[in-house]
Every structure is written in structure tokens, then in C-alpha cells.
T-cell receptor, first 114, second 110 residues
Framework: DAMVIQNPRYQVTQFGKPVTLSCSQT?????MYWYQQKSSQAPKLLFH???????NEADTPDNFQSRRPNTSFCFLDIRSPGLGDAAMYLC?????????????FGPGTRLTVT | RKEVEQDPGPFNVPEGATVAFNCTYS??????FFWYRQDCRKEPKLLMS???SGNEDGRFTAQLNRASQYISLLIRDSKLSDSATYLC???????????FGRGTSLIVHP
């Protein structure tokens, strides 16, 4: 059974048209993350939540925002996507009780910007 | 110096070969170490955690060298299905923010 679910799996949007990516988890992990990954690069952390505490990485563009309405769900909003935002967006979860914050990833949303 | 460094490869090996990757880390306070496997256009998946005493899972062996600040992954009897990118992940004890290496690409050919 899928433990970290991301929707949609593929998203095509137009330059400047807002888009929302979603993530849900059935693991009851208290930490959730959003990563951006481009080809042949390491995943780049955009945001993370520790319980309800939100943390924004210093170099995450203002164009990106996130919401976590409850433990199970997390959203990534891209207000005005640019061509450079085309990437794979990965959601992950972790918990200290689960292998010392070993991360569980969703299948990702591949974003195309036209 | 990058926090976590890996040779991006690709490592191109025949089936049945033994191949080893290293990953160096710069933060001496690092305490948690992992190898993840990432297939093309898929998400990273945990391959194994790396313990101080080293650990083995079938054909895969991971080692930690704290003195030289590197971890290694050894794959014996390579299979075609081992072709993937192997990501090294490091974090300080109790930290939930890991640092990823950019990955090492392995291609196993017939």
C-alpha cells in the first residue's frame, strides 16, 4: 500500500499560471518535506514541517509556498511558475521513531512549464 | 568543499562484477548515514542505513570510516537491475534535515 502519495503525478502548466501539488501520508510521521529535483542533481530542500512548525530554506524562491493543514496532508503552491521551475517535486516524510529520521518519499510530481 | 560529495560516474560494469562507491562528508558531527537508490525518473528509495560497525544486506555491504569521513557501498555480483543512481545521505545525530549527495550513476551491462 502506498504510504506517501503525491498528486498529480504529472502536471503541465503555462508560464505564470499558478499550480498546486499535493502530498498525503498514511505513516503518521510528524516531519514532512518538499524537495525539488532537476536532472542529474541532488534533491534540493524547499520546505519542511516539524509537526506544525514551518521552515523555509533560505534560498527557496518567494514564488513557492506551502501549507500543511493537518498531519497527513501537505501542499506546495507555485504562484507564478517560470520555465526554470520545471522539475520533479518530491514529498517525503520522516519520524525519529522510524529509523532516526529515515525518509520515505512519494513517487513525485513531474512539472512541465510551457 | 561540498558537504557531501560523490563521484557522479557513470560506473559502467558487466553483470557479475563487484563495484564500490565512496561518499565523503565534511561535517564531523554527522551521525546518521544512508544509501538511497533512485531509478530514472522515480523517487529515491532507502537501500540501507550505514552503521558504525558496517552492515550487509545480501549482495550489498555498507561501511563507515569516521576517521576519514567517508561511507562506502559495495555491490557484489552486479545484476542488470542494479542499474540506478545511488544517493549518499548524511545528517547530524537527531537531525531531521539530511544532506544529499548528487548521486553516483551505475550502469550494469550484459
Amino acid at each position: 500500500d502506498a504510504m506517501v502519495i503525491q498528486n498529480p503525478r504529472y502536471q503541465v502548466t503555462q508560464f505564470g499560471k499558478p499550480v498546486t501539488l499535493s502530498c498525503s501520508q498514511t505513516l503518521n510521521h510528524n516531519v514532512m518535506y518538499w524537495y525539488q529535483q532537476k536532472s542529474s542533481q541532488a534533491p534540493k530542500l524547499l520546505f519542511h514541517y516539524y509537526d506544525k512548525d514551518f521552515n523555509n530554506e533560505a534560498d527557496t524562491p518567494d514564488n513557492f509556498q506551502s501549507r500543511r493543514p493537518n498531519t497527513s496532508f501537505c501542499f506546495l503552491d507555485i504562484r507564478s511558475p517560470g520555465l526554470g521551475d520545471a522539475a520533479m517535486y518530491l514529498c517525503a516524510t520522516s519520524s525519529r521513531l522510524a529509523g532516526d529520521y529515515e525518509q520515505y518519499f512519494g513517487p513525485g510530481t513531474r512539472l512541465t512549464v510551457t | 568543499r561540498k558537504e557531501v560529495e560523490q563521484d557522479p560516474g557513470p560506473f559502467n560494469v558487466p553483470e557479475g562484477a563487484t563495484v564500490a562507491f565512496n561518499c565523503t562528508y565534511s561535517n564531523s558531527a554527522s551521525q546518521s548515514f544512508f544509501w538511497y537508490r533512485q531509478d530514472c525518473r522515480k523517487e529515491p528509495k532507502l537501500l540501507m542505513s550505514v552503521y558504525s560497525s558496517g552492515n550487509e544486506d545480501g549482495r550489498f555491504t555498507a561501511q563507515l570510516n569516521r576517521a576519514s569521513q567517508y561511507i562506502s557501498l559495495l555491490i557484489r555480483d552486479s545484476k542488470l537491475s542494479d542499474s540506478a543512481t545511488y544517493l549518499c545521505v548524511v545528517s547530524p545525530r537527531g537531525s531531521y534535515i539530511p544532506t544529499f549527495g548528487r548521486g553516483t550513476s551505475l550502469i550494469v551491462h550484459p
